[in-house]
C-alpha cells in the first residue's frame, strides 16, 4: 500500500475529536462547543471546524455526550409494537416518529409478535441503551417488570392496549364501540347472520371488539350462535382457512365482521376465491392499504392512528420535560367509513 495513501476504512479507527481539533487548528475544548451547538463560537471558528470534521467523516459519540450532560438524557426513546409490518403498525411508528423528529429524538422500533417474553426482553433492552422514554404496544398482561424502570425515571406510554400492574399513561381506540358500530351497519343493511372473525380473545383488543360483537347482536335480540365464530388469530392465511370453514356451512353467514386488519385482509381474499365478493357483506376493524381499490371497496372501522401516535408522543415528551399529574387514559373514536362491502343487503327477503 502507497504510504501517501490513507488505510481503508475498515483498518481506520473513527476520527477522534483531537483530530478535528488538530487539523482545524483549534482547541479540543472548541470542537466540543461546536459539536454540542453553541452559538458564541466564532463562524469563521465553526466553519473551519465543520469542514475539517466533513473531512475526516468525524461524527460525534452521542452516548459519551448524554453522560456528560447534566440531565442524562440520550435522546433517544424507544418503541414496540406488534409487528412493524403490519400496517397499523408501520402508521403508528410513523407519526410518533413525526413528532420526535421535531425534537430531535431518535425512535429505536422493536417488534413484539405478541409474545410477552420478547416484550420483556426487548423493553429491558432499550431502558439499558438508556432511552429517554417507551411507547409500547403491549404483548403481555403484567406490566410491573417496568416498575423498577419507571421508578428510576424512565418515562412511558402505552397505546392501543392499557397496561396491567402498572400504573402509566394510555392511548386507546374505543374499540367496543367501534365493533358495535359494525354490526349495527350489518343489521340495518337486512343481516342477521352475522359472523365474528377476529384475534385471539387472549388479546384485550380482540376481547372488547367481541364483546362489542356479541352486545350488538343482543340488543336486536338475535340468538349468539358460536358456529359461526372464530378466534383465529392475525394472519391471512388464520383468516382465510377460517373464512372458509363458516362460508361452506350448511347455514353460512350473509356477513362477515372481521376485528383486525390482517384478519380482514384474509377474509377479502377468500370471499374473492369463493366469488362471494358481491354478495356477502363485510365490515373489517381498521383500515389497511388499497382497501377502497378493491371492487367492492372494503367497508371499515377506522382508528384515528395519527391522533393515536401523536397523543402518545405529547404525553411521553411532557412527563420527559417535567409533568408530574396523574396518569390518565385517553379514549378515541373510530369511523365508519362506508366503501360498498358492508352495505351488500342479504339475498332473499328481509327477515325483521
Known sequence: MPQDEPPPRSLRSRPTMREVAALAGVAIKTVSRVVNGVPTVDPLIAARVREAADKLGYRPNLTASSLRRGDGRTSMIGMLVEDAANPFSAALTRTVEN??????????????????????????????????????VPAGRDHSYLLSE?????????????????????????????????????????????AYLGDRESIPTAAQRFDGYRHALEVAHIEYDDEVVRHAGASEEAAIAAAEQVLALPDPPTALFTSQNMVTIGASRALRALGLQDTVAHVGFDDFPL????????????????????????ILFARLDGDQSATRTVTLPTLLIERGSGEIPPIGPRHD
Open 99 to 136: 413528532v420526535a423528529r421535531e425534537r430531535r429524538v431518535l425512535v429505536l422500533v422493536g417488534s413484539l409478535d405478541e409474545n410477552p417474553d420478547r416484550e420483556r426482553e426487548l423493553a429491558r433492552a432499550l431502558v439499558d441503551r438508556r432511552v429517554d422514554g417507551l411507547v409500547i
Open 150 to 194: 419507571q421508578r428510576s425515571g424512565t418515562c412511558m406510554v402505552f397505546v392501543d392496549r392499557e397496561p396491567s400492574l402498572l400504573d402509566a399513561d394510555a392511548v386507546v381506540s374505543d374499540n367496543r364501540h367501534g365493533a358495535i358500530t359494525a354490526v349495527n351497519h350489518l343489521l340495518e343493511a337486512g343481516h342477521r347472520r352475522i
Open 291 to 314: 382497501a377502497d381499490m378493491l371492487s367492492p371497496g372494503v367497508s371499515v372501522i377506522a382508528q384515528d392512528i395519527e391522533r393515536m401516535g401523536s397523543t402518545a408522543a405529547e
